[in-house]
């Protein structure tokens, strides 16, 4: 029971670091109740199987948990939880995929490989896991073996809610692991069993070898594509439809995106609602003078930094407030005051200072029974006990607590927490008790025996009540912003007529093209997904409503649905200004090459009589790395090719590259000293096709026809 003794030993600690919501929903995303007229219900499909967007929210919901979990948090901020859910579909289409290929071949992972990894404990996956061995922190298959022996025999009904609900956790982030070990091992398996199909030989480990121990150095004549004007460079039709052609691969897209133009309009705070927050803490300063119950007066003040009776170092105050505490004496009042770094109204009062550990080691004896009296009065037994001279780590093995494990508080873990009653009684008196000192202390429907055995790090803390007040628009404010621009969108009903009117009425139109349905939100911008759900369903030339967003509500947008770019290949139309640019280096290329070959240069020295020329040596050029040249600020993969192949101190032809054109000429030869080793150059190949193979995910995505919907109702 060692696991699950450490963890009952740390008691209400466990309350202050990982918190009591390990399963809450997430904000905002919990799952909502479908209206009847939607009859999908599918966020997506892989190889024609369909998730259901319940399915989705229970993946969602599962990792949302472990993620709190191992991070010890309650809560995950929304951009986090956006990652979290790109991530918790890709894995699932990841795993469709390959779960899909390998049923074909039989390919499986039987219980005793994931055993045989467990019990082996090297894998990334379990060297994170809670499981280690606490002399060495390495994974240990031990520790993960009692824990679960423990957890089937376990009566949840016989202790506190919290270790409950800690304990299932634990379970079900094993059960998380395993199912990851056992994915990951058939995606290893079938990588490995697709680069076994490609073998190296001797003739292609020699030519490695060579490709990156053969080094050249070089003299470079080159004519940047600078040095041509484009306005001399005419591009025909022709020339964009053969680049097209030659490319068109490039321009293929799996899933349709759109084109749109958008207004953003951020709602600020006026000149009265400074003045009207100046005001109120104006008042709350006066109030502070006399203020002597300081959670719920500083509650009431609507205070960004919220109160707690507990000492804090100095540094876990707001840094506006730190910077001014050496001028403020003990009972001072200081402020009102503004802070133009998060836009605030302050004032703050010094309550107390006192000299206090920042780290304090400590044991303690959980007491608990089916009865509060029953309870207390076993604790005051106890406590009575030690004090008369007990063994406290005898009397903590006999009541199951892990022979009083010492444990540790540091400052970082309670300073600027969310702490109720019980947990600022708890950390009170764990730091004003001295060395060897014992507390029995009532949390709750428990009891919980500490003794303190050492403190570190003895440093000034204080208790200083803040009232910081970031200033906000007024509910006028808002609706004087809204009507203004709802006018401005009535008045303008078409993309036109926007595009139109938009920067006389003080409006900016923003441009994005090829937003994806994927994509979280509009313009960066929190709480879109009504107005990306309008782009999706709308046709070109539409004009959304006004919509309400942003995360304090604080945004108002509407959207413009330009053009639809469909699945497959883009037009020439759509790409001509990409290959345009392509197509005028092209032509600057051929009209240096044909100046270059007029010339009939045949050695470096003639390379002077080229017009716009540069010329440059390089060192240590190889086959297997670009070359970068200073003189045109271009990469260039060719050269170290080209001169690889020159024979002596021969002049190459022009060669085109992507910065300019180029002749070179090799003035010396070497070779990195390295010897040559067979199996070891194989190995560097097979390395570098696992790499090339790793891509493979993307092949199979192309042919599995994924659908993704699920900005359709999350």
Not at 141 to 170: N, S
Not at 629 to 656: C, D, H, N
């Amino acid at each position: 029971m060692a696991t699950l003794q450490k963890i009952r030993s740390k008691g209400p600690l466990l309350v202050i670091v990982i918190g009591l919501a390990l399963f809450a929903f997430i904000a905002g995303d919990a799952w909502k109740v479908f209206q009847p007229h939607q009859r999908n219900q599918d966020v997506g499909e892989v190889n024609g199987k369909s998730l259901s967007a319940q399915e989705y929210q229970q993946m969602l919901d599962e990792y949302a948990d472990i993620v709190k979990f191992t991070s010890g948090t309650s809560a995950i901020p929304d951009e986090q939880f956006s990652q979290l859910k790109d991530e918790v579909w890709r894995t699932y289409v990841n795993s469709e995929l390959i779960n899909a290929e390998a049923e074909k071949i039989g390919l499986t992972v039987p219980d005793e490989e994931i055993e045989a990894i467990i019990n082996e404990g090297s894998n990334p996956i379990l060297q994170q896991t809670p499981f280690r061995n606490p002399q060495t922190g390495a994974f240990d298959k031990d520790v993960l073996k009692k824990f679960l022996a423990d957890y089937a025999t376990m009566d949840m009904t016989q202790m506190p809610a919290q270790y409950a609900e800690y304990y299932q956790m634990m379970e079900h982030y094993w059960n998380f692991i395993e199912r990851n070990l056992r994915q990951n091992r058939l995606m290893e398996k079938y990588q490995t069993l697709l680069a076994q199909s490609i073998i190296s030989n001797p003739v292609e480990a020699q030519a490695s070898f060579d490709e990156r121990t053969n080094q050249y150095d070089l003299l470079l004549a080159a004519v940047p594509y600078s040095s041509v004007a484009d306005s001399t460079v005419t591009i025909a039709k022709s020339d964009l439809q053969t680049l097209y052609n030659k490319k068109k691969e490039q321009f293929k897209q799996n899933v349709e995106t759109r084109n749109i133009k958008y207004i953003d309009v951020q709602v600020t705070p006026s000149d009265e609602d400074r003045n009207a927050v100046l005001e109120e803490v104006t008042g709350y300063t006066n109030q502070l003078e006399n203020a002597t119950e300081y959670v719920s007066f500083v509650r009431t003040t609507g205070s960004a930094f919220p109160y707690a009776d507990v000492f804090y170092s100095k540094d876990a105050y707001p840094s506006d407030v730190v910077s001014r505490m050496d001028s403020v004496s003990l009972g001072e009042v200081y402020g009102p005051y503004y802070n133009q770094s998060d836009d605030s109204y302050n004032a703050f009062k010094i309550l107390a200072e006192k000299t206090l550990p920042d780290s304090v080691q400590f044991r303690q004896i959980q007491v608990y029974t089916d009865n509060i009296e029953k309870t207390r009065t076993l604790a005051d037994s106890i406590y009575d006990a030690i004090k008369g001279g007990a063994d406290f780590a005898a009397l903590a093995k006999q009541y199951n607590n892990a022979n009083g494990e010492a444990n540790w508080l540091t400052s970082a873990q309670y300073e600027n927490a969310a702490l109720d009653a019980d947990n600022t009684k708890y950390i009170n008196t764990i730091c004003n008790l001295g060395i060897k000192e014992t507390a029995n202390l009532p949390l709750g429907q428990s009891n919980v025996i500490i003794q303190v055995l050492d403190r570190k790090a003895m440093e000034g803390k204080y208790k200083v009540a803040v009232i910081k007040r970031p200033v906000e628009f007024s509910k006028e404010t808002y609706n004087q912003a809204y009507n203004k621009f709802s006018q401005f969108v009535a008045a303008n009903q078409t993309l036109e007529e926007l595009e139109a009117n938009a920067e006389e009425n003080g409006y900016r139109l923003l441009e994005r093209r090829d937003f994806y349905s994927s994509e979280h939100g509009i313009g960066g911008v929190r709480n879109t997904g009504e107005a990306l759900r309008w782009v999706f369903a709308a046709k070109p030339g539409e004009v959304s409503p006004l919509y309400d967003c942003g995360e304090e509500n604080d945004r108002l947008l509407v959207v413009a649905l330009e053009g639809i770019n469909k699945k497959g290949y883009r037009t020439l139309e759509a790409v001509e200004s990409l290959l345009r640019i392509e197509a005028i280096k092209d032509k600057k290329a051929e009209i240096i090459m044909a100046g270059i070959n007029a010339k009939n240069v045949t050695t470096f020295d003639q390379c002077n009589t080229i017009d716009n020329v540069v010329t440059d040596s390089v060192k240590h050029v190889t086959f297997s790395a670009p070359t970068f040249v200073s003189k045109t600020r271009g990469s260039e993969p060719l050269l170290g090719a080209y001169a690889s192949v020159t024979e002596g101190s021969q002049l190459t032809a022009p060669i085109k590259g992507n910065s300019g054109v180029y002749m070179l000429q090799v003035y010396n030869k070497g070779k990195l000293n390295e010897t040559f080793n067979e199996e070891t150059e194989e190995t560097r190949i097979k390395n570098n096709t696992m790499r090339t193979i790793s891509r493979f995910i993307n092949d199979l995505y192309q042919k599995a026809n994924v659908v993704d919907s699920r900005y359709l109702f999350f």
